[in-house]
């Protein structure tokens, strides 16, 4: 015992508390059949309601898909897709479909890409932040991730640069109806499909035009 009084404190042994030493009063359930069932009854019951008001949410949306790459020679676009085309050159094409049943509420036109893989990590970091937030001082030096679509074949600086950039999707849609023979536009709504930080913040053109460099490449 005497020993035992003599050995040192170890220097880094926990306080003599409840918290430390734990010590603390716990609550620890006897789960069993009559408590567990009904828990796991009610809990089905509320994610089946809330999949069913999914499923009528669902069913509820009316689409109407409208192919227009011109794989079909039959096709109006066909001709556009057939021969490949410079970034300054248009092609317009007519597509007709018909709406077949009514449909309420407001009405969203999107575009479908397929084989179009945005989430590759090359491709995400391609591209100039600075250059798309509009600062006029990245225009002349873009970052190194755009390569290599950084600089163009004759040494000029390409803005904007990388393979986002590069790989846009420009088309443009004009929407009409028939109205006894007469085509009438149909006006689209370009407001509101797009978050306030990426229209004001994120994504900008340079404040003034009269800026821009004019030693200023583009990808092809």
């Known amino acids: 015992s005497t020993s035992k009084k003599n050995e040192p404190v170890p220097k880094f042994r926990p306080d003599n508390t409840a918290f430390t030493q734990q010590r603390l009063p716990a609550w620890q359930p006897l789960l069993s059949a009559g ?4 828990v796991f009854f009610a809990f089905g019951a509320v994610f089946i309601g809330i999949g069913v008001g999914l499923y009528y949410t669902s069913n509820s949306i009316k689409e109407i898909p409208v192919d227009y790459s011109g794989s079909n020679e039959s096709m109006d676009c066909y001709n556009c897709a057939k021969s490949g085309r410079l970034y300054n050159e ?5 597509v007709k ?5 009514f449909i309420p509420g407001t009405v969203y036109m999107y575009y479908e890409l397929s084989k179009f893989y945005q989430n590759n990590r090359r491709y995400l970091t391609s591209r100039d932040d600075s250059q798309l937030s509009g600062y006029v001082s990245s225009l002349t030096s873009p970052a190194t991730t755009c390569s290599p679509f950084q600089t163009t074949n004759a040494s000029l600086p390409i803005a904007p640069c990388g393979a986002i950039a590069n790989s846009l999707f420009n088309d443009t849609f004009e929407l ?3 109205d006894s023979g007469t085509l009438q536009q149909v006006r689209l709504d370009n407001n509101g499909i797009s978050w306030w930080s990426d229209s004001n913040i994120k994504f900008q053109n340079p404040s003034n035009a009269n800026q821009i460099p004019a030693q200023i490449g583009r990808a092809h």
Not at 97 to 101: Q, Y
């Open 97 to 101: 479909f018909n709406v077949t049943e």
């Open 90 to 94: 248009t092609c317009s094409c007519l």
């Open 35 to 38: 408590i567990v069932l009904p």
């Open 176 to 178: 009409f109806y028939n």
